[in-house]
């Protein structure tokens, strides 16, 4: 293994890109990639490198920026959005949006990510906005979506491969993803995914060999190099001490670790971990868990949840377990059409799903149903508001009579006038003053007097992100912003769950 045969085989299977440093940019727990990578790593036109994946036309490499998955039509943005903005810009705007705990900034924020639209005017190295978006996906753990970005793209190489390869990891289907890469070792995004790709493929001695020549070289430290021997060979380290998990494992790691039985727990790592806890292999708790952290994130569909949420009975009591009994009171008084029942499972749901932030999932879920129901008093109230962030057709809650001047303002803004009533107290007042075209700010006036409106829009988000911290001046920047580019569904959806929502801390 020694010998120098062993060598040129290592340095044809890996190639000479892997020597260079990570990219300051890149999202540090995923693969890595250099700054600068050559013209054949370039997003290049034709089908996914993906087997299975969808066909789609060729697509010239100037092009794969204005890929996306929602046309114009269905987002509602126009097919300039960038304008004459530089990519470069535009993808640490993206990089360094914030990951927003309302779920309507959320749904914007992706509508922005998923848009098909032309690059921006100038667009720099081509594939930097599009990589930006890809990678801003994997971090908000919207990872089918950023699978499905790739394919739709055509994006292929190196750049594209190793985003593949991390989501595929995540996933668990990696064995499509090792076939592609043991067919062509050229896309290999490190040492480890070529070893792994071989081991799982049963060539052991290549991928021993391979290992062996990256620590001759030493450009495998010695915690990636001690997991990587005991994935290829777990019992020669039977009675060893557990190894000392990475701080920032990576999926490849994490894959790893759950080969040689000791498996991280994802809780603690970003939420793009989550989708692992939901395969059947995990344990009960733990999927619901996951599913909770993705439902949070906006990218699980919530019947998923109520399916997890629902499987069996809860064996014990206290946190999770007591969620998971006030969910399945209120699903069984709603199939019997009980409205006593109801009336009692709903302000007791609506409290557990609050504590996990989960209330529009909460909504999504069971609103179109509570309105129906002749509900009085609390129950009525509870019923009311899930509708109104539910975002139900307003003729659905008619019937329900605002209580108070809380809830008039709320219907009133739900109407799209929140200003035909008093305002209740300052966060009212920050949104009527943006809903009726007041402080709008300069940089955002100077980025849609440009033509900037995919900029306008991330500016937005950062805004009302700093305005759910209390900025109220944040709120009416943000939400002024959107109104001015004639968003008002967005600004609707957002001022009313800011104001049931409460996400101040």
Excluded at 116 to 124: K, L, M, R, S
Aim: hydrophobic share 45%; glycine share 8%.
């Amino acid at each position: 293994m020694r010998n120098s045969a062993s060598l040129a085989l290592v340095l044809f299977l890996v190639p000479a890109r892997l020597f260079a440093e990570s990219p300051l940019s890149a999202i540090d727990w995923l693969t890595q990639s250099p700054p600068t990578p050559s013209q054949a790593e370039q997003p290049q036109p034709g089908l996914s490198a993906m087997p299975g994946n969808v066909a789609t036309a060729p697509l010239d490499t100037a092009d794969v920026d204005a890929a996306g998955l929602l046309t114009p039509r269905q987002t509602g943005l126009p097919q300039n959005l960038w304008g004459p903005g530089r990519a470069d810009d535009i993808a640490e705007r993206v990089a360094t949006a914030p990951a927003n705990s309302l779920p309507a900034v959320h749904e914007l924020t992706m509508s922005l990510l998923l848009a098909e639209a032309w690059p921006p005017g100038d667009q720099g190295r081509p594939g930097t906005l599009f990589f930006a978006r890809v990678d801003k996906l994997v971090q908000l753990g919207a990872l089918d979506q950023a699978q499905a970005l790739l394919d739709v793209s055509g994006a292929r190489g190196a750049e594209a491969f190793r985003r593949r390869f991390d989501i595929a990891l995540l996933q668990g289907t990696e064995t499509r993803a090792c076939g592609v890469l043991n067919a062509a070792p050229q896309l290999a995004p490190g040492y480890p995914a070529r070893i792994y790709c071989l081991a799982r493929s049963g060539d052991w001695q290549a991928a021993a060999t391979i290992l062996h020549s990256a620590r001759t070289l030493g450009i495998i430290d010695s915690s990636e190099s001690d997991l990587i021997a005991r994935f290829l060979d777990p019992d020669l380290f039977e009675g060893e001490p557990s190894l000392s998990p990475p701080q920032r494992p990576t999926p490849i790691d994490w894959r790893m670790f759950e080969a040689i039985g000791e498996p991280l727990p994802t809780f603690t790592l970003p939420i793009a971990f989550a989708h692992a806890e939901l395969r059947d292999t995990a344990g009960w708790k733990a999927q619901i868990e996951a599913a909770e952290r993705l439902a949070h994130a906006g990218v699980l569909d919530p019947n998923q949840l109520l399916d997890f949420y629902t499987r069996q009975s809860p064996a014990a009591s206290g946190g999770l377990w007591d969620r998971v009994a006030a969910i399945q009171a209120l699903d069984s008084a709603i199939a019997a059409k009980d409205t006593r029942l109801v009336a009692q499972a709903l302000p007791i749901a609506f409290s557990q799903m609050q504590r996990a932030e989960l209330e529009v999932t909460l909504a999504r879920i069971y609103a179109e149903a509570l309105v129906d129901l002749p509900l009085t008093g609390e129950a009525a109230s509870f019923a009311f508001r899930l509708g109104l962030i539910a975002d139900l057709d307003p003729s659905a809650l008619q019937h329900i009579q605002p209580r108070d001047a809380e809830e008039r303002f709320l219907w009133a803004l739900f109407q799209g006038n929140p200003g035909s009533v008093p305002s209740i107290d300052g966060l009212s007042r920050a949104i009527t003053a943006a809903t009726t075209g007041k402080g709008l700010s300069d940089e955002a006036a100077d980025l849609l007097a440009r033509h900037r409106q995919g900029e306008a829009i991330l500016y937005a988000v950062d805004r009302i992100s700093r305005g759910i911290q209390g900025d109220l001046r944040g709120v009416t920047e943000g939400l002024a912003t959107l109104h001015a580019l004639g968003m008002e569904p967005a600004v609707r959806k957002i001022a009313l769950q800011m104001m049931i929502l409460d996400r101040r801390g």
